[in-house]
């Protein structure tokens, strides 16, 4: 039977939050109900409540979480009642022309349920990005639940649910960074952190720091940066370059998605280096740069898609990585609140006073 429980929606553009009672259906073929046991703000979710996703409003919101598979429908057989998951919005479909050609990080058909949520009223609600997990339970596509070892604690390995495996994957599956490289991150917050945190992991060398909060770049330190710049005081392309013997890194990340953070990146970068964009720009912004530049620099510029990340691939290695201490997920929660504080996390996380603010339920 459908099942009643609380969950974050947001009505209205730019309006405040609210915890209503949410309608969750039974599994359907292919679907699965979990039972939510922690799940992270993220910033993602602030874009869907102001509007800057798209306009399917009413939103259930949340989606970085992880929990207990509670039912399941007919022909899953991955994922089974009391299994401990981690939810993805990366259910590859195994049949699109990027899985097919080996490349299911790159899924173009994901899978999302089919079924949907909904208010007290009937109103269908839309699940931030197919998962809705500011809620007791959620309704999801059987492939969007990875299991992973139950001994990690739900409010981390939520976590890898995407801020900050998009920052690890950006590091090492987009920028392919390795043993000896150098690498400059620009932007300190979660998924910037999580970048210099992949980037020690992968065996990085010179691991560089940028941001124009002190704050910050103390907690990229604690993460693993070799070296810190604020680029309020100092030029960082200039700096980076003084930090790599006056060649540049070997791979940049631009955790910010600004024209012109995106536009130090390129310029910070080692000839034939690799600058990845993997903060989130908004829709009206543009880029521009001299063509001979983008010929005479060589290397790549590149978007990492949720860290061009596999979850049946990363999600159990990483958690694997952390259980064994070297990979300190839980360096990113700042706090664990209520779903009755997500309004006001989202306030904290707007003026960088978390990494990581997570609903504990």
Request: charged share 20%; net charge negative.
């Amino acid at each position: 039977m459908a099942q009643e429980v609380r969950g974050v929606v947001s009505h209205t553009k730019g309006k405040p939050v609210s915890v209503e009672t949410i309608t969750v259906p039974d599994p359907g073929p292919g679907e699965a109900v979990v039972k939510v046991q922690a799940c992270g703000v993220c910033h993602t979710d602030l874009h869907y409540r102001e509007g800057g996703i798209n306009d399917e409003f009413p939103f259930l919101l949340g989606h970085e979480a992880a929990g207990i598979v509670e039912a399941v429908g007919a022909g899953v057989t991955d994922v089974e009642p009391g299994d401990f998951v981690i939810l993805n919005w990366r259910a590859v479909c195994g049949t699109c022309r990027a899985c097919k050609r080996g490349q299911p990080w790159y899924c173009f058909s994901t899978f999302n349920a089919e079924q949907p949520m909904t208010l007290a009223s009937g109103q269908p609600l839309s699940p931030a990005l197919g998962i809705g997990a500011f809620a007791e339970k959620t309704l999801v596509a059987a492939g969007q639940c990875t299991k992973v070892n139950p001994a990690a604690k739900p409010e981390v390995a939520g976590l890898l649910g995407c801020g900050v495996m998009a920052g690890l994957g950006a590091a090492m599956n987009t920028g392919g960074i390795g043993r000896g490289d150098s690498i400059a991150v620009i932007g300190c917050g979660g998924v910037g952190n999580a970048a210099i945190a992949g980037a020690r992991l992968a065996g990085a060398t010179t691991i560089i720091a940028v941001d124009i909060d002190p704050r910050k770049l103390d907690w990229a330190k604690d993460f693993g940066a070799t070296h810190t710049v604020n680029s309020r005081e100092v030029d960082p392309v200039e700096a980076i370059q003084e930090l790599t013997d006056g060649n540049g890194a070997n791979v940049v990340v631009d955790a910010v998605g600004r024209p012109e953070t995106f536009k130090q990146a390129f310029y910070a970068r080692d000839l034939a280096g690799t600058a990845v964009l993997v903060g989130v720009p908004t829709p009206d912004m543009t880029f521009e740069l001299p063509l001979i530049d983008i010929f005479g620099r060589g290397g790549a510029t590149k978007s990492s898609w949720y860290g061009d990340c596999l979850p049946s691939r990363d999600f159990p290695a990483l958690i694997d990585l952390h259980l064994q201490g070297r990979l300190p997920l839980e360096k990113f929660v700042s706090e664990t609140i209520s779903l009755d504080d997500v309004e006001e996390a989202f306030h904290r996380m707007e003026r960088g006073e978390v990494l990581r603010s997570v609903v504990v339920l």
